[in-house]
């Protein structure tokens, strides 16, 4: 995914979101919570995303909480959410 | 690690503190970030503390900032510090 992304606007988010069940516009960032079956679920899951995250050279945001995997996105070089985010949202949906 | 850990004093805390480079205490929690050489490496790191703290059955907050993993300890069921924060800080350490 090498060079720049521009920032979505406003409509570009709502309409990527609308495909995206479960993930909430927080100004810049895009965020989703999923819940595991177990703790070693939840790490397994951080490590899958990783793995995707390393690919496309894009890393979320990962906070654990015993089984809660809180998920959180944002494209910093380009001050805001680009295509960038909104396709690494969509191949962490397909994981989980 | 069974049974009922009791909260730590003050005096106990401060101990184990001095044994635990890096880690400090912010009210019932202690707290570390650690930074490794790669996001590979920071997820590694995770499986790696992950795998601690499913066989002692206690389970750090753990948030990832691309390379950076903090690490958030408290006994939560005894309202305080306990000395299963403090060992699992210890083999925390001697992991990293």
Same mark, same amino acid.
């Given at each position: 995914m090498g060079g720049m992304a521009e920032?979505?606007?406003?409509?570009?988010?709502?309409?990527?979101?609308?495909?995206? @069940?479960?993930?909430?516009?927080?100004?810049?960032?895009?965020?989703?919570?999923?819940?595991?079956?177990?703790?070693?679920?939840?790490?397994?899951?951080?490590?899958?995303?990783?793995?995707?995250?390393?690919?496309v050279d894009h890393? @979320?945001?990962?906070?654990? *909480?015993?089984?809660?995997?809180?998920?959180?996105?944002?494209t910093?070089s380009a001050?805001?959410?680009t295509v960038k985010?909104?396709e690494?949202?969509? *191949?962490?949906?397909?994981?989980?």
């Amino acid at each position: 995914m090498g060079g720049m992304a521009e920032p979505a606007t406003d409509s570009e988010i709502r309409a990527a979101l609308a495909g995206l @069940p479960g993930w909430e516009r927080d100004g810049d960032t895009i965020r989703k919570e999923y819940e595991r079956e177990s703790f070693p679920d939840a790490v397994t899951f951080v490590v899958r995303v990783g793995f995707l995250a390393e690919q496309v050279d894009h890393h @979320p945001d990962i906070d654990v *909480r015993w089984r809660k995997v809180a998920l959180a996105l944002s494209t910093h070089s380009a001050g805001g959410l680009t295509v960038k985010d909104f396709e690494l949202a969509r *191949r962490i949906e397909a994981l989980a």
